[in-house]
């Protein structure tokens, strides 16, 4: 292992499952790709996006009070990059890359016809994180696709490795570390053998 103290980066982390953030502030419509997102909570259901305020989005969310998180199979990485590539301030991303969107139920933010899952997010909180703004949705709908699910998910995501890269899952590689086997090993353990 390299032990350095600061990176100019910090992308050690990733791979990270890219979504595509969607706000909206009266009829002015924008999206972007994120790979900093993440639950927080299931009661009451949160979901967290870090955005930087250079961003049309943040604006927006910031205005409007509501977002939708939207998340894209792999086919769709292209469109990931393309629109994390470009600003909403200088084209009109709908447009441009034929993005299709259909009506929120509770919010007035549009959902991606096309991704497999869409969070629907009011604004509860927000803070300055660094050069990122952590924004707090409160989740009040979710559109899904059945055929994406069974117990666990079976599409395959958009998964961002940081530099421009995009992978996805290989689930022929699939382990399943069930409660069972944790059982199994802690009584092995404990017993000495």
Known sequence: MVFV??????????????????????????????AWHTQLSHDPPLYGVSISPKRLTHDLILSS????????????????????KTSGRDIDKLNVFEINLTSGNKVK?????????????????????????????????????????????NVQPTLYLGSDNYVTVDFSTKRVHDEKQVKDYLSKWVQGG
């Open 109 to 153: 933010v549009p959902i991606l016809s096309d991704c497999y899952a869409a969070y629907e997010c009011k604004l509860v909180d927000f803070r300055r994180t660094g050069d990122h703004t952590f924004f707090i949705g409160l989740i009040v709908g979710v559109h899904y696709d059945p055929n994406a699910f069974t117990q666990v998910l």
């Open 65 to 84: 009070k509501e977002f939708t998180v939207n998340f894209i199979r792999y086919d769709q990485s292209r469109l990931a990059s393309f629109v994390g």
């Open 5 to 34: 103290e600061t990176l100019q980066k910090y992308n050690l982390h990733y791979p990270a499952n890219v979504a595509l953030i969607c706000s909206m502030y009266e009829e002015r419509i924008n999206a972007m790709a994120a």
